[in-house]
């Protein structure tokens, strides 16, 4: 069964920055696109970067211009570079496969708060 890893989350103050990552256990993580989502309690999981088996990417209109997804083949792990974070990025944060999602992991838990 495929598991899916989150780490890196925090605590962080207005203004800074987190990278997230997420390492997938499957052999065939090359050819699937991938996605990061959160989740607010109370709230439906909101999609909000993605990234295909070639690199490219798409952006929630909240985290444009402030978040970077990447990927590592070779690690098969898929990564969030957070920037400029803000209070309403305050969330639990997954990675799931794009198109088929998998069961989802734990995740890690990002706040932003002063």
Sequence with gaps: QVQLVESGGG???PGES?????VVSTTTFAIYAMGW???VPGK??????????????NYADSVQGRFIISRNNAKNTVYLQMNALNPEDTAVYYCNFKNSPRPWGQGTQ?????
């Design 37 to 39: 989502y959160r989740q």
């Design 18 to 22: 987190l990278r997230l990552s997420c």
């Design 44 to 57: 439906p999981r909101e999609l909000v970067a993605t990234i295909t088996s070639h690199g490219i990417t």
């Design 11 to 13: 605590l962080v103050q």
């Design 110 to 114: 990002v706040t932003v708060s002063s």
